[in-house]
């Protein structure tokens, strides 16, 4: 009987050894996925992206960071909350892009943030979640248009889709919009086109359940699309001056949050053309 309590607790330790090398092993490779797809994102950003002289870009500072770097604190923005919007302070060089793949629909931008990323639209609402824009099959995934949406971003609102990947990339910063001082330090954020480039000027931003009104694409009358408008405002998180109407497309960012059950944190933009140029 004494025998038998060494061996046991050998037999624990190299149990528990095990669990702790697997656990280790896990991580690790979790740890090496985000930072294949993250460096995959950088690499493109580095080959399509330039950044306009500040001279010849209204927004003023234009700085591109990368995941896991901090935003600058409140009062370091707070200027960009009444920045000229007819700039995005960057441009994409779609030519390249669409030669890596022709599901690219577009890039989001916003200054100071870790966004910064090309958007696609494919068949359906699975494979660009678990792909990479090289097809790679990554956790990261890549943003991409509700499949379900036309083309072109016509629909009276155009929904994105992307993770809330623990080290701050893809669509993470997103539910920093809860505070108010965020969004006042990142108001507007930029939809580059092959077709033309726009501003998503924020008006609105909250927690939703992944079945919310909030995923409505088309209205049946300006109305309705009115009173939906007027809804997703009163919700909002935090107050914007923006004001949207009949005429106006949205599009809205949408992210998973871990308040409930398929809780998803959302942001929606009015989009506005910018001049060409």
Request: charged share 15%; glycine share 8%.
């Amino acid at each position: 009987m004494r025998r038998l309590f060494p061996a046991l607790r050998i037999g624990l330790l190299l149990f528990f050894l095990g669990l702790f090398c697997l656990s280790a092993w896990k991580l690790w490779h979790i740890y090496q996925m985000y930072q294949t797809g993250q460096t995959l994102y950088d690499e493109i950003a580095a080959q399509v992206v330039q950044t306009v002289p500040p001279e010849e870009s209204s927004t003023g500072k234009t700085g591109i960071r990368t995941a896991g770097e901090s935003a600058p604190a409140p009062e370091e923005s707070a200027g960009q909350a009444g920045a000229e919007t007819d700039s995005a302070g960057i441009t994409v060089d779609f030519d390249t892009l669409l030669a890596c793949s022709g599901d690219v629909a577009g890039w989001l931008y916003c200054p100071d943030t870790p966004i910064n990323y090309p958007v696609v639209q494919g068949t359906d609402n699975d494979y660009y979640l678990h792909h990479l824009l090289d097809g790679t099959r990554n956790d990261n995934g890549t943003l991409f248009i509700d499949a379900a949406n036309a083309a072109g971003w016509q629909d009276q609102n155009t929904v994105i889709y992307g993770h809330h990947m623990k080290n701050g990339a893809m669509f993470a910063s997103l539910e920093h919009y809860d505070a108010q001082t965020y969004y006042d330090a990142h108001p507007v954020i930029y939809l580059l086109t092959p077709d033309g480039n726009y501003s998503l000027e924020l008006f609105a931003g909250m927690t939703v359940a992944a079945d919310d009104e909030v995923y409505t694409h088309t209205f049946s009358d300006p109305d309705e699309y009115l009173q939906w408008l007027a809804r997703q405002q009163e919700r909002s998180d935090f107050s914007s001056a923006a004001a949207v109407g009949e005429g106006d497309r949205i599009v809205t960012l949408s992210t998973c949050a871990y308040d409930f059950q398929n809780a998803r944190y959302v942001v929606l933009g009015k989009l506005v053309s910018l001049p060409a140029g």
